[in-house]
């Protein structure tokens, strides 16, 4: 029985400037049957803000709350901790940590920081790393899919700065459990009781099925053949063709 | 017996702009005695021409042949397979691939490429890979000292595109035991009756004991406390002050 519904954004809910066919009908009829949907996401290049007004232009108007993203997650680390970050992340997203002091960093955070990921910059994290700052990190995705192809997302970034300075990345991002089940605890339900969907089998699918959810795997977005053997073959993962495919076949109450 | 040495060159023989104390001297001595002497770098910011006509004005004059350099070892096996290399490598070091095709790459080689080094190149080489490029590196190391502190080598960026694309690298450079063993050849040795010595206890020292030579770590360069304890405790390696340290412990011919 499904009780709420975790949903990747990018590649699973959108690509580009447009829905994917066929969503904005199926979460009408979710949100009907009053099944409630947060959305977990570690994209970094755009603020809770920021990104809440973009899916209100393609469409899709949802509030900041059921917003779950993986820089707030580092920014609420941060804090918890009395931590200054030095921040290596998209120029977009420095909004999202402009209330902590970042004089005398004592921590790096990683995102997907485009064009930002340069020589200087990634000399100045490894030196910090080297000095024992702790490295915190929105993900370790591999890649994304862009229109032009694939491009490299935060992960290879992590795993440089991890060899270079003998260190591990604290991952606060998908696929963290304690990400997921910190988004199952706002829709109000126990883990065995949410569906994660998305187009990561990795950070989406087996992240979620590890910490105790449900899954499953699109075949949209950055989905390629072979991914579908990735998957976790525990009872609550699959692979269906889109976002609506997978309503059809999991959620009786729709 | 030692028969035959090999050398690191930078953090070892010199650091920024001067040899290192004594070095030139107890080099003087070793050819002197008729012991031959082989320099193996992974440095990837200079020709071999520019490397023999930079180690001259330091006051140490050696010739081309002599110099075991990793790009090198890439420019040879690329040339052996038949490959159209796309170069993310010092623009320095362009000329030494000036021969090969470059037209429809079909391999990615990476070198320390400093600058070079930013998401626009990266992703290029991430895609390249991804249609099935092999990885070609001249070396795996973490980071090199500068004047103002370490900076990052061609490592971690090894790291980044292996787990983008799911691939692994082929190194030429140090730690390959071919590398050592070409070497070693080439001073007309067998390999157990090398000396290697170098600053990286991965790259120089344990490298060259997997591959059947003796090792010594010098505590110049790169060197930080705590290297010691990562030595492979094998009968052919140990730590010294400098390299005047290893000859005059190690070479009873000297």
Redesign the interface.
């Known amino acids: 029985m499904i009780r709420g519904l975790l949903l990747d954004l990018g590649g699973t809910v959108y690509v580009g400037d447009r829905l994917l066919p066929g969503v904005a009908e199926s979460l009408r009829r979710v949100t009907a049957a009053g099944v409630p949907i947060c959305y977990v996401t570690n994209t970094s290049r755009m603020t809770r803000r920021q990104l809440s007004e973009m899916l209100a232009q393609l469409g899709l108007p949802v509030s900041e709350d059921v917003l779950f993203t993986a820089p707030r997650a580092v920014h609420d680390y941060l804090r918890h901790h009395d931590l200054h970050p030095w921040l290596l992340v998209h120029p977009a997203l420095e909004e999202e940590f402009a209330d902590l002091p970042q004089e005398r960093p004592d921590a790096v955070v990683l995102g997907d920081?485009?064009?930002?990921?340069?020589?200087?910059h990634?000399?100045r994290a490894?030196?910090l790393l080297?000095a024992g700052a702790p490295l915190l990190t929105v993900g370790e995705n591999?890649?994304f899919q862009e229109e032009d192809?694939?491009?490299?997302d935060v992960?290879?970034?992590v795993?440089?700065?991890?060899?270079?300075a003998?260190t591990r990345a604290m991952i606060l991002g998908k696929p963290a459990a304690e990400f997921f089940r910190a988004a199952a605890e706002a829709l109000g339900c126990r883990p065995e009781e949410v569906l994660m969907i998305g187009d990561d089998v990795e950070a989406d699918v087996n992240g979620a099925l590890r910490a105790g959810l449900q899954g499953a795997l699109v075949r949209t977005g950055k989905f390629r053949p072979g991914d579908d053997a990735r998957i976790d073959p525990s009872p609550g993962g699959g692979v269906y063709d889109d976002l609506p495919a997978v309503l059809n076949a999991r959620c009786s109450a729709l």
Chains 1, 2 share one sequence.
Do not use: I, K, M, T
């Open positions: 920081a485009g064009n930002a990921f340069n020589y200087a990634l000399n490894f030196r080297h591999r890649y192809g694939l491009s490299l992960g290879p970034f795993r440089a700065l991890e060899y270079a003998d």
